[in-house]
Nanobody, 126 residues
Framework: QMYLEESGGGLVQPGGSLRLSCAAS????????MSWYRQAPGKEREEREL??????????NVADSVKGRFTISRDIDKNMVYLNMNRLKPEDTAVYYC?????????????????WGQGTQVTVSS
């Protein structure tokens, strides 16, 4: 199990940028598959949207809804994962969660059995 703590959320105007950070502590961070999810207002936990993930080898995937605006990266030495968010839109408003799971799990398994942080609120509004 990994302990995860997100930070960097806040209130931003449409078109603005934010950088979210996820600090991980636990054994062998480098072998974990890391993901960012978001839970929009009024949605249940099971409806969290996978928006970006990065493998232990650095291979990244980004959801179509944020492609071209969001990027994910990780710093193995610092046990950190980042989500850079640009050209933010009001529909990006959500609580953003970091998830860590074994590399050989699929997305569903990491959702159910992986480690989660407490989340950080992102609000995009003028």
């Amino acid at each position: 199990q990994m302990y995860l703590e997100e930070s960097g959320g806040g209130l931003v105007q449409p078109g603005g940028s934010l950088r979210l950070s996820c600090a991980a502590s636990g054994p062998r961070f480098s072998i974990y598959h890391m993901s960012w999810y978001r839970q929009a207002p009024g949605k249940e936990r099971e409806e969290r949207e996978l928006i970006a993930d990065i493998s232990r080898d650095g291979v990244t995937n980004v959801a179509d809804s944020v492609k071209g605006r969001f990027t994910i990266s990780r710093d193995i030495d610092k046990n950190m994962v980042y989500l850079n968010m640009n050209r933010l839109k009001p529909e990006d408003t959500a609580v953003y969660y970091c998830n860590a799971g074994p590399a050989d799990y699929n997305d569903h398994e990491r959702f159910v059995f992986g480690s989660w942080g407490q989340g950080t609120q992102v609000t995009v509004s003028s």
